[in-house]
């Protein structure tokens, strides 16, 4: 399967004033090096905790923001080199729904008008008549109706605001759709719902998908590979396959998922495994590993100097100087913790 996306070295810093009158020129690394290949048709997960830089890294890849450094490549075309009318037309084929519907959503704007927008500024439509069945044709795929062309956002419920920002990403039949959150501000239930319509989406029109959460459960049901984020840098990457297995390598991508609740009443304990420690600074990150500071298995060695992103296995990626220890010590607690999803899994 041929790469859609491809990075290499990327990184995003975003300048701070700081000190007296703004004196001092420091800098928050938001990406810091990241090297990732997402595939033509697949769903790539990404997790991590709050501030690591998921979404910085989704909006660089579609050059909502300019890099510091580094290389992005779409479907073999070196995006940085495109200029302003060059990467216009290429957006067409890009798509992205955010984590809020709600602020996403122009409130002046009818659902109608919403939708008409992306086929007016890229010119695929000949005539209204077209446009218009092309606008109910995309509203009946995400489960609406001609009837709520009228409506305004505020007259939506958030599941139907998102159905409807779904369909903004996909009316233009791109290639990639960044998926930010998109079922984090929404009920369970609904979740589910937003869910199975991406997946049924994705085998009807050939989506590529780039799916953020901080919800692994939610990733590991409509994910075919996962990579984990910490502090800027992908620390491990793995397929589907082999995280229901539980077969991990990375201390924290253990501890990410031990920390998250049991779903069910009978399986929660007061000893639940938590990941002690505060993310350091993004502003002064740590030297060598920057997990180090809240890995129970760091050494000499990960204070000194950073790891690399290996392979350990086939297709399964990490960048840990202590791979073993994690399989020895914390993979039975992650086996566990993984029965309490066999019940919703696919």
Known sequence: MSSLIETKNLKKYFPVKSGLFGSRNLFVHAVDGVDLEIKKGETFGLA?????GKSTLGRLLLRLLEPTQGEIYFDGIDLLSMDKKQLRTLRRRMGIVFQDPKS??????????ILKRPLDIHKLVKDENEKRERIIDMLEAVGLTEEHLIRYPHELSGGQQQRVSIARAIITHPDFVLLDEPTSALDISVQAQILNLLVRLQLE???TYLFISHDISVLQYISDRIGIMYLGKIVEIFNIKDFRRGEIYHPYTAYLLLSTPALHPEKRTSEQVVLHGEVPSPINPPSGCR?????????NECKKSEPELVEVKKNHYVA???PEQTKEELRPLVKEKLKMYESVLP
């Open 48 to 52: 991590g905790e709050s501030g690591c």
């Open 104 to 113: 996403s959503l122009n409130p002046r704007m009818t659902i109608y008008d």
């Open 205 to 207: 029109l050939g989506l």
């Open 291 to 299: 997990f180090h500071l809240r890995c129970p298995f760091a050494g």
């Open 320 to 322: 840990c100087y202590h």
